[in-house]
Structures are given as structure tokens and as C-alpha cells.
């Protein structure tokens, strides 16, 4: 993403989970639609969720992951949180997810968290490449992270199962160069 283009998305701040980010990650990751797009087979209960958050360890090279609230940078409400996954320090890489709270997707805070996101794992955690699967039918977060920089660089045929049928997804990568 350049410059030109960054100076007029929201600006956000990606920042550490809190207790009071229980409620909105209940009840973003027990909307129907992550069943669909992501990986979950069964919902979250609050304690799990309230566990998860007590205990978070966000040491990314103990834990291998790191969760981070998107945060608009005015109001400080939080609008979505982004993940990094089966993170690879010899190979100096880490699978991207992301969610959008529903009434605020489309907005830009998807792409600035994502360019805020690359930025950090460039210049802090030295990070080389991330990368992010995708749903060949998932055309919304195909656009935000084709916007982002992310390119397709493989097809995986059948990788996803919904309602027993399955469906193709994208293998999208961002060398942080």
C-alpha cells in the first residue's frame, strides 16, 4: 500500500487484548459467517473467550501467535481484531487473519490494520513474509487483501468444507521487503 493511499484510510492502533474485549470477540467469533469463512467446526462460550483473554500470552515466539485489537484511533472503540498464526521464526513467516466488526467492514479499517500490521512485523518482529488463506468465494477479504499488497500465489482445490460440500481457496502472500 503507498503513502498516497494510507493518509486516507481511518487511522487505527493495533493494540494488546484486554478484559473488556471479551464481549465484542464473543460476539464476532460466534457470528454465523466465521463458521463459513474461517476454520471454527463449534461456537465460543464467554468463559472460553474470558479464559483465552486472562491467560493470552503474547509472546509471539513462545506462543507462535499473537492476537491484537484494531482500534479506531479517535474513539478507541475497538472494531475488529487481526491474528498472526502459525508463526515460523526460522523461516521468518506468519499466516494473517483479520475480523471486521459487520457494521463497520468496508469502511478502511480492514486495510489500515492490515498495512499497520505489516509495518510492525517488518520493523519490529523482522518478519520476512505473511500470507493469508482464502475462500475462492470469500470476494470481500479476496479485495482487502488483494488492496493490501497480498497476491495470489496458488490455488488450493478443495481445502475448505461447508455444509458438506467443499470449495477452493487462494494461497495469498506479502513479502515484507
Known sequence: MDDITAKYLPRVILRALEPEDVAPL??????????LTGDKAAP????????????????????RQLRLM???????????????????PVNSRAGVGI???PGLRKHGYGASAL???ASYCRDVLSIHQLYAIVGADNQPSRTLF???GYKISGR???WLRRAGKYSDAYFYQLLLV
Open 146 to 148: 488483494e488492496s493490501c
Open 26 to 35: 464473543y460476539e464476532w467469533e460466534n457470528l454465523d459467517e466465521s463458521f
Open 70 to 88: 484494531i482500534a479506531d484511533a479517535e474513539t478507541r472503540e475497538s472494531v475488529g481484531c487481526v491474528d498472526l498464526y502459525d508463526f515460523d
Open 115 to 117: 498495512a499497520s500490521l
Open 99 to 101: 475480523i471486521i466488526a
Open 44 to 63: 465460543y462460550s464467554l468463559q472460553q473467550l474470558t479464559d483465552y483473554v486472562l491467560n493470552y500470552d503474547a509472546d509471539i515466539f513462545s506462543a
Open 156 to 158: 488450493l482445490r478443495s
